[in-house]
């Protein structure tokens, strides 16, 4: 229910800016400016009491005035306004609205009328509290983000809006590319659960970057992020390590932060990757860039150390995958080119006297093996030959 009732952000049938603004500086014209700037090739309308006068939306003076074609609205009025928004844009067909509107000091009764009227309207909420959005694929800015996404398959799923316009200002100077680009916020009605149900399932996306600061319902959060795992690269950064941390992540988006350790062994259970940095979430998501999707769960191991193998096959033995088995072709293929004693086998043991000559011979055989989806190549270094020298790939 969760990925049917959003996959309108996918590939939205038009887009509504209520709040939108032709005034610089504006949350209003800045969301209209990025939706000109990504090249979203839908309808979009300028939603305003007052006439808007921007060349690529058109103005309405209300809701009512909306045709029924358009799913997707962007709310970005006064916080006192937003209930109400809600309740009229379920009545005219709108399926999703991105609230970038901040809550308001004590927010809980605020939230509570917001929630009620999503749920009477049958209106999904993205926010309060959130940049918005990026859907490169689809052409899609509906943020107040500096700069755009280049397409690719990294979706990248933030609790803070600060983190999501980083990741879009480092990937614009160093090539990365992505499927998506979002901010929770608040995560009133849509959280980050539903956030990794919906990329786990979009073709586009390859792997999945999470920062959280804390999560309000652990079960659903897990059963998605472990349902991801099993079919894409998940990887999290958790924020909130320290007491002083913590509060301040409740303070930010009120999830209850909790205890870093708990959340660590929840991760692993979860097949969630864990990073300690913002520099080792980029650095991860600069090699999952490079890399294609895994075609399956079968890894082939090409090593000069017999015992580095034994522990990778230990560690593998800990996640869905499983050593490949060769086929006769590939032994065969092997045996003419290894020297006697080597394994015979998966892992393949080259022998610690193995130069880059040999690893290639090796490399390539059993990476054409039609058994073999996936290949750890391991080197030890050793004092007959100069790793320095010897370029193994």
């Known amino acids: ?51 808007i006068d921007h060349p690529d939306a058109i103005w309405v003076r209300g809701v009512e005035e909306l045709p029924g074609s358009i ?25 999703i609205a991105i609230v970038l509107t901040g809550s ?31 859907l490169p694929h689809a052409h899609l800015n509906a943020s107040f983000a500096r700069g755009c996404a280049a397409p690719g398959h990294l979706a990248m799923i933030a609790q803070s809006g600060a983190i999501a316009t980083g990741v879009i200002d480092w990937a614009e100077r160093t090539g990365i590319r992505f499927s998506g680009v979002v901010s929770c916020g608040d995560a009133l009605d849509v959280d980050m659960a539903d956030m990794i149900d919906l990329f786990a399932a979009d073709p586009h996306t390859h792997a999945l970057l999470l920062h959280l600061e804390g999560i309000k319902d652990a079960p659903r959060f897990l059963s998605a992020a472990r349902a991801a795992a099993r079919l894409k690269p998940v990887i999290a950064l958790k924020a909130g390590r320290s007491e002083a941390a913590a509060r301040a992540a ?42 294609p999707p895994l075609a399956g769960a079968r890894l082939g191991i090409v090593t000069n150390g017999g015992g580095a193998a034994i522990l990778a096959l230990d560690a593998l033995q800990s996640t869905e995958g499983r050593p490949a088995s ?18 015979r086998a998966n892992p393949v043991d080259i022998l610690g006297d193995a130069d880059a000559t040999r690893y290639r011979l090796a490399i390539d055989a059993v990476q054409s093996d039609p058994d073999v989806d996936a290949l750890l190549v391991m080197n030890c270094p050793i004092g007959l030959v100069d790793g320095g020298t010897c370029p193994v790939l």
């Not at 799913?71 to 009545?91: F, N, S």
Request: proline share 4%; net charge neutral.
């Open 71 to 95: 799913d997707v609205a962007v709310l970005c009025t006064p916080a006192d306004t937003i209930a109400d928004l809600i309740a009229r844009l379920g009545g005219h067909g709108i399926k």
């Open 326 to 343: 060769l086929t006769t072709e590939t032994i065969e293929r092997l045996d003419a080119a290894m020297p006697n004693g080597w394994s």
């Open 1 to 51: 229910m969760a990925i049917k009732s959003l996959r309108p952000l996918l590939d939205p049938s038009g887009i509504a800016v209520i709040g939108g603004s032709d005034h610089p500086g504006t949350v209003g014209r800045t969301v209209l400016d990025n939706l000109a700037a990504g090249g979203f090739d839908k309808q979009v309308y300028a939603v305003n009491t007052r006439q």
């Open 104 to 134: 308001p000091v004590g927010a809980s009764g605020w939230q509570t009328s917001v929630l009620a009227a999503a749920r009477a309207s049958g209106v999904r909420v993205l926010g309060p509290n959130t940049i918005g959005l990026q």
């Open 250 to 291: 409740l303070t930010h988006t009120g999830a209850l932060a909790g205890s870093f350790d708990i959340y660590a062994a929840a991760f692993r259970r979860a097949g969630i990757l864990m990073v300690d940095s913002l520099s080792e979430l980029f650095s991860a998501a600069g090699m999952l860039s490079m890399a």
